[in-house]
């Protein structure tokens, strides 16, 4: 449509090499993205589009990973969605930066590209690692039946990209638990930059006091 066209438009004028980057996105939406992966490729020849998952590191003004250094600071409990096996994949937003480098040296053949780290992490293990960056010691609490966007940064949806073509060019990756205590790190010293969401809030006020402990 016209805003596709426009962003299609806007894209010759401001890059001289061209890249699209956009999230993974969830099944019910990929064929949208997919069309709209196709146009881009159609309309700009020399066209990257890159794929991330989960973006963070330092300068993320996103309130996800602060939410938790948020509660671990607290020393809250904090409240897992479900059994907290769910599996997230992330991406350092400095080796978003180093591929794209990577990308402009070499100019492969192929023009789309997964990008994150080759593992994912459940839920459990990523907020464990955030409490670890913060030096804190972890306590979980189960929640179900309550829609995890209110009391959590990400939405009740899995995914891991196959990101074999991008380890082919850069083989290396920050570790989660490296990325997040930069992250930690980071936030400590600028926390007036991330605004935050009212999980807290929500969780004071709607979750049981005191349900049961997982961890």
């Given amino acids: 449509g016209r805003g596709r066209q426009f962003l299609i438009d806007e894209l010759h004028v ?12 969830p099944r019910v939406r990929f064929a949208q993205a997919l069309a709209a992966e196709r146009a881009v490729l159609e ?30 600071d607290a020393e809250r409990a904090f409240r897992l969605p479900g059994d907290g096996e769910m599996r997230l994949q992330f991406f350092h937003v400095r080796d978003l930066c180093r591929f794209i480098d990577v990308i402009i040296a070499q100019q492969p053949q192929q023009h789309v590209f997964n990008v994150g780290n080759p593992e994912s992490v459940s839920v459990r293990e ?15 609490v189960a929640v179900h039946n309550v829609p995890q966007r209110s ?6 949806y899995q995914y891991e990209l196959d990101v074999r073509a991008q380890r082919e060019l ?19 010293a600028h926390r007036n930059e991330v605004v935050p969401k009212p999980y807290m809030k ?8 005191a349900p049961a402990s997982v961890r």
């Fill in 170 to 188: 850069m083989p290396e990756t920050t570790p989660l638990a490296e990325g997040l205590r930069e992250s930690y790190a980071w936030y400590s």
């Fill in 43 to 72: 309309q700009i020849a020399n066209a990257y589009i890159i794929r991330p998952p989960y973006l963070y590191g330092p300068m993320n003004n996103i309130y996800r990973e602060a939410f938790v250094f948020d509660c671990a």
């Fill in 126 to 140: 990523w907020v464990e690692l955030c409490y670890r960056a913060a030096g804190k010691p972890l306590e979980c």
């Fill in 202 to 209: 929500f969780i004071d006020e709607e979750l049981p006091a």
């Fill in 14 to 25: 401001r890059l001289g090499h061209h890249f699209v980057a956009g999230r993974a996105v």
């Fill in 151 to 156: 009391f959590f940064p990400f939405y009740d």
